[in-house]
Structure formats: C-alpha cells, structure tokens
C-alpha cells in the first residue's frame, strides 16, 4: 500500500475506488471495501481509497472536542491490511467543502483514471451533499467512470457507523465496540515522564501522550493487551483523573502497567488494545485501600485476559 497525501504526484491509470471519511475502519467500511479490492484485482486493476483528514463533520462543525476512533496513519495501516492498493488521505478545508461534485470527479478521473466508484447508498459528495449516487452516475456518464453501489451491512441487528462506535467507546463500552470494528479498540502513544507515584507504590505505570484528537474510553480500569516492540504483554490500564490524589489531573491521562514486563519504557512508543471495563474510576479514602484495590483489579485482569486471544 502507498500513502499520499495530496493529488499532485499521482497519475493513474484505470484505477477503481471509493470515497469516504472511513474513521475506524469498521466492519461496514470493511465489506465496502472487500469489495472493491476483490472486484478490482480480479479485474487486474488497482483499488484506490480517497479519504479525507481532519474528518469533514470536524470542519464543517468546528469540533474540538476529542473526536476520532484513528488518526490518519492509522486508517491507512487499516486500509492497506485490506489490500488496497493506494490511500489518498486529502487534507479538508472549508474551501474543498465548497468544490461541487463535478469539480471533485473530474480531479479524481483526471489524476486516478478512475473507471469505477463503490460507494454506500446513502452516499453524497460536493458542496451541500449535491453529488448523491443519482447525480454521481450522472456525471460518470460524461468522465467515463461506473457507479457501484454496496448496501449497508447489518451485523448483530444494528447497522455499523462510526458515530455508533464512538458512543460506544465514550461509555467505556470496548467489548461492544470491538464487536462493530471486529478488532479490539487501541490507543497509541508514546511513554513520556509523569510524577512518579505508579513507582513510589510499587506499581510502575507507563503515562501515554495520546493524540488530543483520539477518543479515549470513559474514565475507567481497563483489562487491555499492551504491544511493545510487536510483542503483546498482559496490562491493566487507568483512564482518569485519578481522584485519590491531590493536584487532580484536568485531563483524562491513560497510565497502563504491564504485569510481566521487566525494563524502560520512556520514549518508547506503546499500543493499548481495550478488552474489558473492570470498574469505573473512584476515590479511594486511603492509599491503602486504593493498592488492595489495584491488586484486585490485577488479579481480575488476568482471569479475563487468559479467556481472549
């Protein structure tokens, strides 16, 4: 899979796509996409994703808050594991929310050469959403391209979004969530220095600097998986304020000890895979009681993860 990030450099031949926020890479956007990977190699032709960053709703509604379930590197990893071929990640602006939809799919036949679009049913592009599926076969018929439409797919009788997943995630809801993305959801960071107090108790946790933009579950104790150097080790992360202590934290920070590791972390960069919610996050009237509190909660955490692959 090659990755890019503008237009400017590509010029393709014969490609067929598809277009999309895709945040989460879920399984929806999964079957969508299986579809046209599998149709366009069978047609010996290349399957090309055209995404956008930051997240159009972002833009549009000048969302600050915590928002996305992947960052851009992410969902192209995601992507590529599908067997796409190329990812083009469009950086969006109010300027590009103004390009009507024949504008945006002659950019799109004029650099990619595209013959064929998959595209949900509900699908709509261009300024005010003009370009629905009606109007994109309309416009095919002038730049030569086909319109493909993929209807949604129902799994466990609910239909899969991304908003659903990020409500999910919000609740601190990750076995259900993991459900809809068909893998667990994870958190990425680099370990950087925090106060110490992990150590100070014997308990020796890994502050991750998250991405501002990325969601993190509710603040919680979580049972997760942590991946260092590729290789997965058992852990129990926080997520919280962690109210025991005086100078309470403003902001949510994701500390995760793993349980059978032995080394330095700092600088090093750790993925946390969420399996289960053990507890919601609480004060504690002593230390004490918050450390029988960890051991329980460690003791928890590996009964659950010695039932999940």
């Given at each position: 899979m090659q990755h890019f990030t503008s237009l400017e450099e590509l010029h393709l031949k014969e490609t067929w796509g598809t277009i999309g926020a895709f945040d989460g890479v879920h399984r929806g956007h999964q079957a969508l996409i299986q579809q046209l990977?599998?149709?366009?190699?069978?047609?010996?032709?290349?399957?090309v994703v055209i995404t956008f960053y930051p997240h159009p709703v972002v833009v549009l509604r000048r969302i600050t808050t915590p928002f996305y379930l992947t960052s851009s590197e992410e969902r192209a990893t995601l992507l590529g594991e599908l067997g796409v071929d190329y990812v083009v990640t469009l950086p969006f602006s109010f300027e590009l929310s103004q390009l009507g939809a024949y504008q945006f799919m002659q950019m799109l036949t004029?650099?990619?050469?595209?013959?064929?679009?998959?595209?949900?049913?509900?699908?709509?592009?261009?300024?005010?959403?003009?370009?629905?599926?009606?109007?994109?076969?309309?416009?095919?018929?002038?730049?030569?391209?086909?319109?493909?439409?993929?209807?949604?797919?129902?799994?466990?009788?609910?239909?899969?979004?991304?908003?659903?997943?990020?409500?999910?995630?919000?609740?601190?809801?990750?076995?259900?969530?993991?459900?809809?993305?068909?893998?667990?959801?994870?958190?990425?960071?680099?370990?950087?220095?925090?106060?110490?107090?992990?150590?100070?108790?014997?308990?020796?946790?890994?502050?991750?600097?998250?991405?501002?933009?990325?969601?993190?579950?509710?603040?919680?104790?979580?049972?997760?998986?942590?991946?260092?150097?590729?290789?997965?080790?058992?852990?129990?992360?926080?997520?919280?304020?962690?109210?025991?202590?005086?100078?309470?934290?403003?902001?949510?920070?994701?500390?995760?000890?793993?349980?059978?590791?032995?080394?330095?972390?700092?600088?090093?960069?750790?993925?946390?895979?969420?399996?289960?919610?053990?507890?919601?996050?609480k004060r504690f009237s002593t230390v004490d009681e918050l450390l029988n509190q960890i051991q329980r909660d460690i003791q928890i955490a590996r009964e659950v993860l010695a039932h999940v692959e």
């Open positions: 990977v599998n149709s366009a190699h069978s047609a010996k032709k290349p399957a004029n650099h990619l050469g595209l013959r064929k679009l998959f595209t949900g049913h509900d699908f709509a592009l261009g300024h005010n959403r003009e370009g629905n599926v009606e109007r994109l076969r309309e416009i095919g018929k002038e730049l030569n391209y086909e319109v493909k439409v993929v209807p949604p797919i129902d799994f466990g009788g609910e239909i899969v979004s991304s908003s659903r997943v990020r409500i999910l995630v919000s609740r601190g809801e990750v076995q259900q969530a993991a459900r809809l993305l068909g893998r667990l959801y994870s958190l990425s960071g680099q370990v950087v220095h925090g106060d110490g107090r992990g150590q100070e108790l014997g308990i020796p946790t890994s502050n991750l600097e998250i991405q501002p933009q990325r969601i993190p579950p509710a603040n919680g104790v979580y049972a997760c998986w942590a991946v260092v150097n590729e290789q997965r080790f058992p852990a129990v992360t926080n997520v919280g304020l962690r109210p025991t202590f005086e100078n309470q934290l403003l902001q949510p920070r994701v500390e995760t000890h793993l349980l059978d590791f032995q080394g330095q972390l700092y600088g090093q960069v750790i993925k946390v895979q969420f399996v289960s919610r053990i507890r919601p996050e």
